[in-house]
């Protein structure tokens, strides 16, 4: 696990680099690495396993706000679940 960190980027871009973004996260999410840079720092990411997925739209008058975000623990999440791990236990009839 890398050292903890915050890493924002804000600009105003066309669709068209929203798109060449949107493609770069694909890849990284399938390559399991995701790297962020600019002229203020780095982050670098290891997403794997499951990751939470969350999409909201806001529209108000002509002001329209879309949030992506993904969230996952850097440990293994294969075995995480947000209830903990599901017990079924089977007794024999009396």
């Known amino acids: 696990m890398e050292a903890n ?12 680099a929203v798109s060449a973004y949107l493609r770069a996260l694909a890849d990284g ?3 399991e690495t995701l790297r962020f840079s600019d002229k203020k720092g ?6 794997h396993g499951l990751v939470n997925f969350e999409v909201q739209s806001v529209r ?15 440990q293994d999440s294969s075995s995480d679940s947000r209830n903990g791990t599901l017990h079924i236990e ?4 009396p």
Do not use: C, N, Y
Not at 90 to 93: F, G, I, L, P, T
């Open 29 to 31: 999410f399938e390559h």
């Open 60 to 74: 108000d008058g002509d002001r329209v706000q879309l949030s992506v975000r993904f969230d996952w623990k850097e």
């Open 90 to 93: 089977v007794r024999d009839k």
């Open 5 to 16: 960190g915050e890493f924002t980027h804000e600009a105003l871009i066309d669709t068209s």
């Open 42 to 47: 780095e982050m670098v990411l290891r997403p």
